[in-house]
């Protein structure tokens, strides 16, 4: 599944046994503050994403090529799902040292194994761009001339948002080509492997993506964020140091209670949620033609 740089946001309550849900990008999430604290949201949408101050959008990491990670401590320490580190996990692995059939847990950060290619990257802001993405465009071109303007527009306006930084920039059309976002990333390159459960407990009851049925299993793995000296992404080197993290979640062993509120805020694959009725109107022999779907 191919994965998009963006966030998205689902929100819900059981109140009256209704659903109420939706899906943002982080930048809009102020038009919907005052209803999601009538649901039961304690935070503002500062709280959640803010250029200027620390806010919770700095503690969620893309991890790797698709998966989303949170921080749970100031020294760099996140957490992610069993299959998102499991390939990893199985390259470190020998028949001296299972870690995939055992575990691994590093008992000090000296112990902690590097990743080669493994990154996690950070949102630093994100902006809508589509004006100056559609700048020049008009309906009465071609498709090929009007993407071909789009192309150099994106790419002037993704490196002239990181002239003199370190960051990265990358432009996604969203609805349809409707409207466009750019993200400015950091990304960071010395991530270690701190702990991960036995697959009897990380892929327990099998589906190791976790996305086709429920099921109860311990789907997480540890690993730690390290920069060099002055805290800036660097690559792996014995000298370098845990990140200093701005913003932390702490984990809460208070428990959950019916009509909770509740926000999921990662990095998700791509979505139709916009799809037309047309564009699911798909013919059954097409359906019949492809095992595993179920209707």
């Not at 101050?53 to 100031?74: Q, W």
């Not at 902006?127 to 192309?151: C, H, Y």
Request: hydrophobic share 40%.
């Amino acid at each position: 599944m191919k994965k998009l740089i963006f966030f998205i946001f689902l929100i819900f309550s059981t109140f009256f046994a209704k659903a109420d849900e939706g899906m943002w990008l982080p930048l809009f999430l102020k038009y919907n503050e005052a209803e999601m604290q009538q649901m039961g949201f304690k935070l503002t949408a500062e709280d959640v994403y803010s250029v200027n101050n620390h806010s919770m959008k700095d503690a969620i990491v893309l991890f790797g090529g698709g998966c989303t990670a949170e921080l749970i401590s100031p020294e760099g320490l996140i957490i992610t799902n069993h299959h998102c580190g499991y390939s990893f996990v199985q390259s470190h692995s020998t028949l001296e040292h299972n870690y995939l059939h055992n575990g691994f847990w590093a008992k000090s950060y000296e112990e902690e194994i590097a990743n080669q290619g493994l990154t996690v990257t950070f949102l630093i802001r994100m902006e809508e761009v589509t004006e100056q993405v559609l700048a020049g465009t008009s309906n009465d071109m071609s498709e090929a001339e009007r993407e071909n303007i789009i192309k150099k527009n994106i790419v002037k306006i993704q490196n002239e948002a990181i002239k003199g930084t370190s960051y990265s920039a990358v432009i996604k059309s969203f609805f349809y080509g409707n409207q466009y976002f750019m993200f400015v990333n950091q990304t960071y390159k010395d991530v270690r492997l701190v702990g991960v459960p036995p697959e009897s407990i990380g892929k327990f009851g099998g589906d190791t993506d976790n996305w086709i049925w429920p099921r109860h299993t311990g789907d997480f793995s540890l690993y730690r964020i390290y920069t060099d000296s002055n805290g800036n992404p660097a690559e792996y080197s014995k000298d370098n140091i845990p990140l200093k993290s701005k913003k932390y979640f702490k984990i809460s062993t208070a428990g959950v209670h019916e009509n909770d509120f509740t926000l999921i805020f990662g990095f998700p694959g791509s979505t139709e949620q916009f799809l037309t009725s047309d564009g699911v109107d798909i013919p059954l022999p097409f359906i019949k033609e492809v095992p595993g779907w179920i209707l």
